[in-house]
């Protein structure tokens, strides 16, 4: 059996199938892993060639078998209090806000979690809930694809690895711990209530699955191509109550997936609330379309659709233009291009950013902070105004806060090899000689893997191989370093 190939036109057939029902794709390089997943459920069924399954699958018994299949694909990781971040803002803002809409006591609140794997993530809200003394009905409900990762979230039993984020006064209240093994107090696990769902497939029952105040989609779409993340968020938007809340996932962005999300943010924690979007800084300028106005003789929707193509080729001109200028070392030429623009009610982003560097050139710090703090209020979610902000705090030997900008970057791209980089530099600085190294190795990695992850409007002259051969010598360095000290604890104290 284990000797059997999976053809390039079989794999295909399979990964569509699969991607389609479930929403997860499987990329070229898990084509192996994908191969072992079928020979066994094709050993359990009796089948010996893929052709055979793939056809029971197609069947319209097939998808009892496909539930089976889902078990082996989809990937369970999860533990408990995963992006603590996330649920202090449930705890302090989250629930506190939507509780105040609620029209008490009639009505109760509502919690999903959507892909909740082996229960840990909805039994962390059930413990806070429970830790709150929230006075109003809860309902929590928690569902996945996969029937086994259900089962084991019904037992309500865990490992030390699924509950060592957990704070120790909490594991203390509603766990009971025996041989190795974490029991899940009885209280906690009624609250919650375990269900098959499939968040692909449509329509959602609407009288069930509308009206949440709170939904957790978290590391489920990550595992899916863009247009299939596009409509699970579509839905979800849909099931919430307007005003209610999203906690997606690390690296989950809604950047260019919906535009139907406010983005919030609160002591390092993303999320969304339903409702229209805070756009201030790529909104359309008013002096742009007036200008087109008077210029032009076209009309109606195609004088709109022509003045925002012709605002956008404006502003990628101008853009070029100023940009060109820095580069050759004109940084004022360069502001008096963008100058007449910057006046703006509304400027675009990619010019306020420009306008930033140019004023990080000058020396003018207060002003290139000011200018990336407009960025990012208005889109919190540009990981290019965080990384700039990074920068301003590391020139300006602020450690601390350019840090902090870092992890907001990698928050948001997690392969932004740069942000890694100055990690890196940054931990050095302060002495967290283990946590520089693991950044500069993690940069190594990325860059050898996917090297679109050097974010060349940043590189400033740095290539691939340059930026290897850096982190490579300074691990060196690093390990060379008395013991204790090299690769070493990382105490965060300045040597
Ligand atoms: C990595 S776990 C995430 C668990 C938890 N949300 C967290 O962040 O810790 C992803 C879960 O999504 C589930 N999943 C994948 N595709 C799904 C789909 N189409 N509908 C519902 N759940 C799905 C998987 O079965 C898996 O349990």
């Known amino acids: 059996m284990t000797k059997l190939s999976l053809s390039d036109n079989e794999f295909c057939s399979f990964r569509d199938l699969i ?24 050993a359990e069924c009796g089948l010996t060639n893929f052709s055979d399954y793939l056809d029971l699958l197609s069947s319209p018994a097939g998808s009892k078998e496909f539930d089976f299949l889902l078990d082996l694909i989809t990937v369970p990781e999860t533990y408990f209090f995963r992006d603590r971040a996330q649920f202090n803002a449930l705890e302090r803002l989250v629930i506190p806000e939507a509780i105040k809409k609620k029209s008490y006591p009639a009505a109760s609140l509502r919690i999903w979690s959507a892909g909740c794997s082996t229960g840990e993530e909805p039994y962390t809200v059930a413990m806070i809930v429970a830790a709150a003394k929230v006075d109003i009905p809860i ?30 006064e909490y594991l203390k209240r509603f766990f009971s711990k025996k041989g190795g093994q974490y029991s899940l107090d009885e209280s906690i696990k009624q609250m919650v209530e375990f269900r ?9 029952p609407l009288v069930e699955m509308s009206g949440w ?6 590391n489920v779409t990550i595992y899916f191509q863009t247009d299939a993340t596009r409509k699970v968020i579509h839905n979800l938007h849909q099931s919430l109550r307007e005003g209610g809340y999203l906690f997606a996932g690390y690296s989950e962005s809604l950047r260019y997936i919906s535009d139907g999300f406010k983005t919030l943010q609160m002591e390092g924690a993303f999320f969304y609330q339903k409702g229209p979007p805070q756009k201030t800084v790529k909104r359309k300028s008013r002096k742009f379309g007036r200008r087109l106005a008077s210029t032009t003789h076209i009309t109606g929707s195609k004088r709109a659709k022509a003045g925002a193509d012709s605002d956008h080729q404006e502003i990628q001109q101008v853009h070029a233009a100023a940009k060109e200028l820095l580069e050759v070392g004109q940084p004022e030429q360069a502001s008096e291009i963008l100058n007449p623009y910057m006046k703006e009610a509304t400027v675009h982003e990619s010019l306020l950013l420009l306008q930033a560097e ?37 020139t300006r030997g602020d450690e601390a806060r350019a840090i902090e900008q870092f992890k907001k970057v990698l928050y ?17 600085r302060v002495g967290q000689f283990e946590n520089a190294r693991l950044e500069y190795a993690n940069v190594v990695r990325l860059l050898e893997k996917t090297p679109e992850s050097l974010d060349q409007r940043f590189a400033g002259g740095f290539s691939q191989a340059l930026l290897i051969d850096t982190c490579l010598s300074k691990i060196k360095a690093l390990e060379a370093r008395a013991p204790g000290t090299a690769g070493g604890r990382g105490d965060g104290k300045k040597r």
């Open 19 to 42: 991607a389609e029902r479930s929403g997860i794709y499987f990329d070229p390089a898990k084509q192996e892993s994908l191969k072992d997943n079928l020979l066994e459920r094709m």
């Open 139 to 168: 309902q929590i409900l928690a569902t996945d694809v996969s029937n086994h990762a259900l089962e084991v979230a019904r037992q309500g039993v865990y490992n030390g690895r699924s509950v060592r984020d957990v704070p120790p």
């Open 196 to 204: 098959y769902f499939n968040l692909v497939s449509e329509p959602y």
């Open 213 to 218: 105040d709170i939904i957790f989609c978290r």
């Open 358 to 394: 140019i004023e990080l050139n000058l020396g003018d710090l207060d002003k290139a902070v000011e200018l990336c703090e407009r960025i990012v209020q208005g889109e919190p979610l540009s990981s290019a105004g965080h990384y700039l902000l990074g920068i301003i705090f590391r």
């Open 412 to 428: 948001l791209e997690p392969k932004h090899a740069l942000a890694r980089f100055n990690l890196g530099e940054l931990y050095s």
